[in-house]
């Protein structure tokens, strides 16, 4: 698997989760971001069954500072960022 990592906003529930998880198919790491930490901690456990390795990081993107958190943890975590999914993405 080559070395790619993903980070998916949303993703404790609905159409996030499950890109979350399709994406740990063919990613090596996946960040997860939504509100619920709790809800974060199940997604990753699904993501990690998948394959990939996870990093949930419980936020709320409505908070300005909250994207700038999310890319560097996500660095410091991954080391890069190679795909962003999330609300609007496609827009």
Do not use: C
């Not at 529930?13 to 998880?21: M, N």
């Not at 198919?25 to 990753?44: E, P, Q, T, Y």
């Not at 993107?61 to 609300?87: N, P, Q």
């Amino acid at each position: 698997m080559a070395e790619l990592v993903a980070i998916v906003t949303g993703a404790s529930q609905g159409i996030g989760r499950a890109t979350a998880v399709r994406l740990a198919k063919d990613f090596s790491g996946v960040a997860l971001a939504a509100r619920s930490a709790d809800a974060l901690r199940d997604v990753a456990t699904e993501v990690e069954k998948s394959g990939a390795d996870s990093l949930s990081v419980p936020l709320d993107l409505r908070e300005r500072e909250s994207a700038e958190t999310l890319v560097k943890k996500t660095l410091e975590g991954f080391g890069r960022i190679d795909a962003y999914r999330g609300r609007g993405a496609t827009d």
